[in-house]
């Protein structure tokens, strides 16, 4: 199996590490920190720093973001932006556990975890986590760099914008639209356009 690298060394990262196992697609190389003083946590194999990223790329070709998205996109979206600086490939992992339909479309570095239910003709954007139980309907829209929380449901035709966090346990209702920047609390229910 070819060897991945997650970037991130927090409870993300070790849910990551657990679908990826569970997919058989990849083995694990380690983990890629921001610097020597970001936490780590559960004791992951460190393969190096941001600034290590460069001479990291020349051994290892994949790699997946594993820091989490609750309140801010920025810090994903900046690790998206390096790793792509430097022409790592962001495959799209899928759990095992879960079931996406084959002419649903997932771009590039997204993670769908354990009990997702991905429906017909839905499109999920790039870097996007789609967390556990998640259910989003035929023709639903997720754009890129968005958080989909736990056991969120996302209805028929709904559009979610770019860098938006869903809140868990949240049901965004058909054919609502949800523009970018947003951060929807947890147990909401949308009946509007936001």
Excluded: W
């Excluded at 609750?70 to 490939?89: P, V």
């Excluded at 769908?112 to 829209?141: D, L, P």
């Amino acid at each position: 199996m070819p060897k991945i690298i997650l970037v991130g060394g927090g409870g993300h990262t070790i849910s990551c590490i657990d679908v990826i196992k569970s997919q058989k697609r990849f083995s694990i190389a380690g983990v890629i920190l921001k610097d020597k003083k970001d936490k780590n946590k559960y004791s992951l194999n460190v393969l190096g720093y941001e600034k290590d990223l460069k001479r990291i790329r020349k051994k290892y070709k994949y790699a997946l973001i594993g820091i989490g998205q609750i309140k801010d996109y920025s810090k994903r979206y900046y690790a998206y932006k390096i790793l792509k600086k430097y022409k790592f490939n962001l495959p799209v992992i899928k759990s095992k556990y879960s079931y996406v339909s084959s002419d649903a479309k997932i771009s590039e570095g997204t993670i769908i975890m354990h009990g997702v239910i991905v429906n017909s003709k839905a499109k999920i954007g790039k870097n996007c986590i789609i967390n556990t139980r998640c259910i989003i309907e035929h023709g639903a829209k997720i754009g890129d760099h968005t958080h989909v929380s736990i056991g969120v449901i996302i209805n028929g035709d709904a559009e979610i914008g770019d860098k938006n966090l869903i809140g868990s346990g949240s049901v965004v209702h058909q054919k609502i639209k949800i523009k970018n920047k947003k951060i929807i609390p947890s147990l909401s229910r949308i009946y509007k356009n936001i």
